[in-house]
C-alpha cells in the first residue's frame, strides 16, 4: 500500500539552529500539505502545495519557516532560527486533487524537540 | 467559521467494552465532508472514514460504526468489543466547500483500552 514518508522521524536541536524536514507524497498525489501538531492538540495547517505552487500559506510563520516543492514531487520543510516553541509533530499528508472531498493521507510525521 | 468539538479528551475502558466517540460540528456550508483518523503512539494519522453532507446513513466497518446526525450536527464513532490495539488517540475533521481544501480538527480523543 502506497505511504507517505517523513525524515527524520526525530529531531532534536537547540534553539536558534536551523532545521529541515523531508516529505515524499504518495506517488501520483498533486496536493501536499504540512501540518504542525502541538502535544494535546490536533493538527493545524501551515502551507498546501498544488503541484509545484502554494496554494495556502497564511498560517505559516514566514519570518522563519519556509516551505518549497521543486519539482512537483517531494517537498521540504525549515525552520531557521528554531524557537523553544517550535518544538511539536509535523505531519506530511497528500491528496490525490485539491478538492474538499478528497481524502488527505499522512506520513508518520517529524517529532522536533527545540533545547 | 468551521468548528470541531470533541469534548471527550480521554476515555478509558477495559477490553471488551464498547465505547462511542463524540464529535460535534459547526459550519455554515451545506456541503461538506466529515472524517475520523485514529493516531496511535507511533504518531501517524490513519484515515479511518469519510462522510459527506447528504448521506446520513450510518456506516458498519467490522467493530467500528458511524453514526451521522445531521440534526444535532455530530458525527460519533462507536468501537464495538474494543481491544487493547484500539488504544490511540482519535480525531474527528471537517472539510468544507468554501474553505478550499482545508481540514479542521477536533482536539482528539485519547482512548485507552486496559486488558
Known amino acids: 500500500e502506497a505511504e507517505v514518508a517523513q525524515s527524520p522521524r526525530y529531531k532534536i536541536t537547540e534553539k536558534s539552529q536551523a532545521v529541515a524536514f523531508w516529505c515524499d507524497p504518495i506517488?501520483?498525489?498533486?496536493?501536499l500539505y504540512w501540518y504542525r501538531q502541538i502535544l494535546g492538540q490536533g493538527p493545524e495547517l501551515l502551507v498546501q502545495?498544488?503541484?509545484?505552487?502554494?496554494?495556502?500559506d497564511s498560517q505559516l510563520p514566514k519570518d522563519r519557516f519556509s516551505a518549497e516543492r521543486l519539482k512537483g514531487v517531494d517537498s521540504t520543510l525549515k525552520i531557521q532560527p528554531a524557537e523553544l516553541g517550535d518544538s511539536a509533530m509535523y505531519l506530511c499528508a497528500s491528496s490525490l486533487g485539491g478538492a474538499f472531498t478528497d481524502t488527505q493521507y499522512f506520513g508518520p510525521g517529524t517529532r522536533l524537540t527545540v533545547l | 467559521a468551521q468548528k470541531v468539538t470533541q469534548a471527550q479528551t480521554e476515555i478509558s475502558v477495559v477490553e471488551k467494552e464498547d465505547v462511542t466517540l463524540d464529535c460535534v460540528y459547526e459550519t455554515r456550508d451545506t456541503t461538506y465532508y466529515l472524517f475520523w483518523y485514529k493516531q496511535p503512539p507511533s504518531g501517524e494519522l490513519v484515515f479511518l472514514i469519510r462522510r459527506n453532507s447528504f448521506d446520513e446513513q450510518n456506516e458498519i466497518s467490522g467493530r467500528y460504526s458511524w453514526n451521522f446526525q445531521k440534526s444535532t450536527s455530530s458525527f460519533n464513532f462507536t468501537i464495538t468489543a474494543s481491544q487493547v490495539v484500539d488504544s490511540a488517540v482519535y480525531f474527528c475533521?471537517?472539510?468544507?466547500?468554501?474553505?478550499?481544501?482545508?481540514?479542521?480538527f477536533g482536539g482528539g480523543t485519547r482512548l485507552m483500552v486496559k486488558p
Open positions: 502545495f498544488q503541484d509545484e505552487s502554494v496554494v495556502d
Open positions: 475533521a471537517l472539510s468544507e466547500n468554501n474553505a478550499g481544501n482545508m481540514l479542521t
Open positions: 506517488s501520483g498525489h498533486a496536493t
